[in-house]
């Protein structure tokens, strides 16, 4: 079964600079989450989906990021524009699960893009 | 809300001892879900265990185990004779089964496990 898809793999941008970062979950996985995560610090998230409807997005800073799942399939996470304190890791992760009681079977990440802002 | 401490920046250990990463947690919920993983220099996130608030039975595969206590809120993870390979970030996560935080998993801060040959 091939896994998350994350591009690019590495982004380097200047501040006020725009960026996007695209994400293809595993085949059927209706719930899709994207986490940003800091050096030294763990994933937080930042918005989750499920399939193109937006489930939680109170964490996303709505200023300058945006995030869409068409078709309820791919998603592109867009930061516009970039901040120094954006440098992070992107990741990715989709779930089969899209109701309570959630198990977190099958909860799959991606090997994230990783974003530089000069 | 749900919280993840994990008390332990940095460990450093000579291969072959063994060494236990300490993960505490916050939630009011009765259902929830604890895991553990891996985040080796590369980045990716290599999933290593989920375990149910329900099933407080110890854990062993292979030279990992892991020892969830909810009267401590604890869900605590050891390497048996550790090895060089094992050298990575070590997280712990923490999801609620229930309401609209499904799936939303709070990691803690992470603990940097480095193993010396």
């Known amino acids: 079964e091939a896994g998350v898809a994350q591009s690019p793999r590495y982004k380097i941008i200047e501040k006020r600079q725009s960026v996007a970062f695209w994400c293809n979950p595993i085949?059927?996985?209706?719930?899709l989450y994207w986490y940003q995560q800091i050096l030294g610090q763990g994933p937080k998230l930042l918005i989750q989906f499920q399939n193109n409807g937006v489930v939680d997005d109170s964490q996303l800073p709505k200023d300058r990021f945006s995030a869409e799942r068409l078709k309820g399939v791919d998603s592109t996470l867009k930061i516009q524009p970039a901040k120094l304190e954006d440098s992070a890791v992107y990741l990715c992760?989709?779930?089969?699960?899209?109701?309570?009681?959630?198990?977190?079977?099958?909860?799959?990440f991606g090997s994230g893009t990783r974003l530089t802002v000069v | 809300a749900q919280k993840v401490t994990q008390a332990q920046t940095e460990i450093s250990v000579v291969e072959k001892e063994d060494v236990t990463l300490d993960c505490v947690y916050e939630t009011r919920d009765t259902t929830y879900y604890l895991f553990w993983y891996k985040q080796p220099p590369s980045g990716e996130l290599v999933f290593l265990i989920r375990r149910n608030s329900f099933d407080e039975q110890n854990e062993i595969s292979g030279r990992y185990s892991w020892n969830f206590q909810k009267s401590t809120s604890s869900f605590n993870f050891t390497i048996t004779a550790s090895q060089v390979v094992d050298s990575a970030v070590y997280f712990c996560?923490?999801?609620?089964?229930?309401?609209?935080?499904?799936?939303?998993?709070?990691f803690g801060q992470g603990t940097i496990l480095t193993v010396h040959p």
């Open positions: 996560a923490l999801s609620e089964g229930g309401g609209t935080s499904y799936g939303k998993l709070t």
């Open positions: 085949s059927g996985h209706a719930t």
């Open positions: 992760a989709s779930s089969l699960e899209t109701q309570v009681p959630w198990t977190g079977y099958g909860y799959t």
